[in-house]
Nanobody, 125 residues
Framework: QVQLVESGGGLVQAGTSLRLSCSAS????????MGWFRQAPGKEREAVAA????????RYADSVKGRFTISRDNAKATVYLQMNSLKPEDTADYYC??????????????????WGQGTRVTVSS
């Protein structure tokens, strides 16, 4: 019912920036909490950032706090992840996810119902 498409990934050097976008199709985007997750080779999927349906609450993993910013534009049905000061350890496939139920910003993967296909971020030294 909800389709999510990520974009903006690529190959960049450490210390530079990228902005990921996740565009949603379907109805009632402004009723979804949204999250960004990432998964590196050989590692478990981890929560990176989350934002409530209104944008009033955000959460970040400690590893990205102060460097990454999640935001949303409900009029455009899009959620963003601005990634600054990128490090090689940020290399991963990044996924956006939607939760139609939460009034807050979930940080557990099982709380999300819809997932995009991912976009790859590679950060070189």
């Amino acid at each position: 019912q909800v389709q999510l498409v990520e974009s903006g990934g690529g190959l960049v050097q450490a210390g530079t920036s990228l902005r990921l976008s996740c565009s949603a199709s379907g109805r009632a985007f402004n009723g979804y909490a949204m999250g960004w997750f990432r998964q590196a080779p050989g590692k478990e999927r981890e929560a990176v950032a989350a934002i409530s349906r209104s944008g009033g609450e955000t959460r970040y993993a400690d590893s990205v706090k102060g460097r990454f910013t999640i935001s949303r534009d409900n009029a455009k049905a899009t959620v963003y992840l601005q990634m600054n000061s990128l490090k090689p350890e940020d290399t991963a496939d990044y996924y956006c996810a939607a939760d139609p139920d939460s009034m807050r910003a979930p940080n557990q993967a099982y709380e999300y119902d819809y997932w995009g296909q991912g976009t790859r971020v590679t950060v070189s030294s």
